[in-house]
């Protein structure tokens, strides 16, 4: 069963909407990340966070923002949709205990703006 | 940065067989993941192996961080196999992944 939770699963929207994906886990986990990944293509780092209220961006530019306000949560924000946004977001946790750093990924949201 | 390379690309079988994928990095590493991708999009993590083997059922993986490769062993192929094989890296102490390209699996009844 999940325990990283992406709501929501497909979402299609105008140009110049705000949206906001949002990224819940119930494991504990300090790490959090977001990718972007376009159809057939490779995962691209484009936001982390390694606890509350610590948030950096990832290789990929992105004009998405992010929030780490509670351990268990991590939402991604889109001020003003654009085309160029629409790709699958995929959110994923990690713990490091015991060193097992091995990712927990949530089931993405596969966003089309329109 | 460090670049993440798999093969092959595409890989078709038929039900039953086996099958290897590879996974080559171009720097040293400290922690390795190999991830299946399935045809609605979901990822799971298959291994975190940074060195060694480790098998889990069907699947074995080893990563021989020297030579700077892994490969992702697949035996006795199922139709529920089929999907995209992804490779993960990340260096020094950083937990971000760099992932590879990917493998697409397919097999056939």
């Known amino acids: 069963e999940a325990d990283i939770y992406q709501t929501p699963r497909y979402l299609v929207i105008g140009t110049g909407k705000k949206i906001t994906l949002e990224c819940s886990q119930t494991m504990g986990h300090d790490k959090m990340y977001w990718y972007q990944q376009d159809p057939g293509m490779e995962l691209h780092l484009i936001h982390y966070?390694?606890?509350?209220?610590?948030?950096e961006k990832g290789d990929l530019s992105s004009e998405s923002t992010v929030s780490r306000i509670r351990t268990e949560h991590f939402p991604l924000t889109l001020e003003s949709a654009r085309p160029s946004h629409t790709s699958q977001y995929l959110c994923a946790s990690s713990d490091g205990g015991a060193g097992n750093y091995g990712y927990t990924f949530g089931s993405g949201t596969r966003l089309t703006v329109v | 940065g460090i670049q993440v390379e798999q093969s092959p690309p595409d890989l078709i079988l038929q039900e039953g067989a086996n099958s290897t994928l590879r996974c080559n990095f171009s720097?040293?590493?400290?922690?390795l993941q190999w991830f299946h991708q399935n045809p609605w999009g979901q990822l799971i993590n298959l291994f975190y192996i940074p060195s060694g083997t480790k098998q889990n059922g069907r699947l074995s993986a080893t990563t021989v961080a020297t030579e700077r490769y892994s490969l992702l062993y697949i035996s006795s192929s199922q139709t529920t196999d089929s999907g995209v094989y992804f490779c993960a890296v990340a260096q020094g102490g950083s937990e971000k992944l760099v992932f590879g390209k990917g493998t697409k699996l397919t097999v056939n009844p």
């Open positions: 720097d040293s590493v400290n922690n």
């Open positions: 966070s390694y606890g509350v209220n610590s948030t």
